[in-house]
């Protein structure tokens, strides 16, 4: 490959990796704390809450490992594969009775 | 982990530091609007009175509207604020939104001042900045994520944290700003880390509702659960009259155990099925949600009250009351208020870093770089001098000008953006000194304007005990003097390398006129 074409390529994956950290983090991360507002075995309100208030950190930590880890693939099938499972579930079971 | 820290702090980092200054001014908001109507002599008075004369007012002027909401004074606010809503079907009569009215929490007559914003101009900038909704407030979320991003990344990066602590290298340019950006993060990371995540915790409900959705069917029924349910009964049809409302004040401070009531809400205030629901003010404690008690207007009985918050809830509270800082006395509000300007320095130290790393002497400096160096002026100089500009416009235009709370608000942004504009004529170093001096030359002339446009100068103030506005005009020269002095000391900086570059051309220019001659 030229010189060029390597780095359109990187340029490529670059934009790629931003677009999993900041948008599959945010959907991983909503998806995830919802899926665990909803299983957790507390009040509704209360786990819906808790589920809430610590979504962010969640995101945080998504976005930072998603530049962390080398494999681009690797953060891509765990972040977007996470946020897709949990969304699947979610549906699946639908709001507490 | 430095490689993402540097991009996260860079991209955001010029809104970042107006969110920090704004957020951090607005720690006084009450006092910002008291300054900025000087003619307003208002006394504190008790929560029952306030809530009468109040109550009073909305009888008088607006006795068959829907809904009033009625926002009563602490020792801080001082004016009474009343927002009403028109019946649906006597809203098609009338085309003007009901304004929100302020009133004299003694007397009950709306007050008689210029008209302003006031320090809520730089409240709603803080977490809206400036932007029609929701964009404002997706994009300062999205900021405060890229700063909770680069909290943790800049922690796992300073390996060596508690020894650079104790590090400052005076006057060794990169490796100072280094050092000032790790002294004014590490300091006070507590207060950096504790105001990013609980700034996102006061919109959550905006940026993260799907929790909600996963558990509820209908996002109210959440609400109902966490807060208690809202009385929502229909309007009766039967004409009533409200029971006097200073015994029921009295009656809910009794249950709270002297806790004060904030907010007075009574739906269908002129009918037999009218409710008064009180709610406490978040100053009380560290949960900023301090609950409601609600009673039946036409007889004061006590109807319900808001359940007690489980853990998740409470913690949510107490994350909202640690962002607004109600619950501070003045001490604490201090330390807040200088907390908030070190989250500024930390941002923009960085920036300054960031710049100071990539300048290369007698290089030309890459686009980027000239980019970031102009956005570092525009932030960093420029929206200080816009934020004086605002309290200038306010001694400034006349006080019967119609719009005047509009043109001092376009007077910040004109004087903010009009100087970064202005600033691109100038060559960098230059660019920096002169905004920077005309920025404290702006904060320096607050004192003098107030003194010569008000009764409320400087010196009155002191002699008659007048602490706020003594307290104001001072800290305005404080910051005037901070802007002058980074001013100064660029300037000599900027001096010194230049003299000698001067002594050693001198003798290649007299080479030169020897070999033409």
Redesign the interface.
Same mark, same amino acid.
């Given at each position: 490959m030229t010189m060029a074409r390597k780095a359109a390529g990187r340029g490529w994956h670059l934009a790629a990796r931003c677009l999993t950290a900041l948008v599959g983090g945010y959907a991983a991360a909503a998806a995830i704390a919802s899926l665990g507002a909803r299983l957790l075995p507390i009040a509704a309100a209360e786990a819906t809450a808790w589920g809430m208030i610590l979504s962010f950190l969640l995101f945080a930590v998504l976005g930072l490992w998603a530049f962390h880890e080398h494999r681009l693939g690797r953060v891509a099938l765990v972040i977007w594969g996470t946020a897709l499972a949990s969304v699947a579930i979610l549906l699946l079971l639908g709001p507490r009775g | 982990?430095a490689?993402?820290h540097g991009w996260l702090g860079l991209l955001a980092g010029w809104i970042l530091f107006a969110m920090f200054l704004t957020g951090t001014a607005s720690y006084f908001r009450p006092e910002i609007t008291r300054w900025m109507q000087p003619e307003l002599h208002l006394r504190a008075v008790p929560p029952d009175m306030a809530a009468a004369t109040a109550v009073a007012w909305a009888q008088a002027n607006a006795p068959h509207d829907e809904q009033w909401y009625i926002y009563l004074p602490d020792d801080r606010t001082i004016a009474t604020r009343i927002f009403t809503r028109p019946r649906p079907d006597a809203a098609a009569a009338r085309t003007a939104r009901r304004e929100e009215v302020r009133l004299d929490p003694a007397s009950g007559r709306p007050l008689a001042a210029r008209d302003t914003r006031g320090g809520e101009h730089f409240y709603r900038f803080h977490f809206q900045l400036q932007l029609p909704h929701p964009w404002g407030r997706w994009l300062a979320g999205l900021c405060a994520?890229f700063m909770? !991003?680069a909290i943790?990344?800049g922690v &796992?990066t300073h390996k060596r944290i508690f020894v650079d602590f104790f590090t400052l290298r005076w006057g060794k340019g990169q490796r100072s700003w280094l050092d000032a950006h790790n002294v004014s993060a590490v300091l006070a990371l507590p207060f950096h880390a504790m105001i990013t995540?609980t700034g996102?915790?006061t919109l &959550?409900l905006m940026?993260?509702p799907?929790?909600?959705?996963?558990?509820?069917?209908k996002p109210a029924a959440?609400a109902a659960?966490?807060f208690g349910a809202e009385p929502d009964t229909p309007a009766s049809g039967r004409p009533a009259r409200l029971v006097p409302i200073a015994p029921l004040v009295g009656a809910a401070m009794r249950e709270w155990q002297g806790g004060r009531p904030g907010t007075l809400i009574v739906r269908n205030p002129d009918d037999a099925a009218s409710t008064v629901t009180l709610v406490r003010d978040g100053n009380d404690g560290l949960n900023a949600r301090g609950g409601s008690i609600s009673y039946a207007g036409a007889t004061g009985a006590r109807l319900s009250a808001s359940p007690p918050p !489980?853990?998740?809830?409470e913690?949510?509270g107490v994350?909202l009351g640690l962002h607004m800082g109600w619950f501070a006395g003045p001490v604490l509000r201090w330390a807040y208020f200088l907390l908030g300007l070190t989250g500024g320095a930390m941002v923009a130290t960085g920036l300054l870093l960031w710049t100071a790393k990539r300048r290369r002497p007698g290089a030309r400096p890459f686009l980027g770089l000239g980019c970031v160096e102009r956005l570092n002026i525009g932030a960093i100089a420029c929206l200080p001098a816009g934020m004086a500009a605002f309290f200038l416009a306010n001694r400034l235009i006349p006080a019967a000008q119609p719009g005047r709370a509009d043109m001092e608000v376009a007077a910040m942004f004109w004087v903010w953006f009009g100087l970064a504009a202005l600033a691109l004529l100038r060559p960098v170093r230059r660019a920096w000194i002169e905004t920077l001096a005309v920025a404290a030359a702006a904060f320096a002339a607050i004192p003098i304007v107030n003194a010569s446009t008000t009764d409320r100068g400087l010196l009155r103030s002191i002699a008659s005990g007048d602490g706020l506005f003594a307290a104001f005009d001072l800290a305005m020269l404080a910051i005037a003097t901070g802007l002058g002095f980074a001013a100064w000391r660029i300037s000599r900086a900027a001096a010194a390398p230049r003299r000698r570059a001067t002594v050693a051309r001198v003798p290649a220019a007299v080479t030169e006129l020897a070999d033409a001659a």
């Open positions: - | 982990m490689w993402i994520m909770l !991003g943790l990344s &796992v995540y996102l915790i &959550v940026y993260m799907w929790p909600i959705a996963a558990n509820y069917a959440f659960e966490a !489980g853990p998740a809830i913690t949510a994350m």
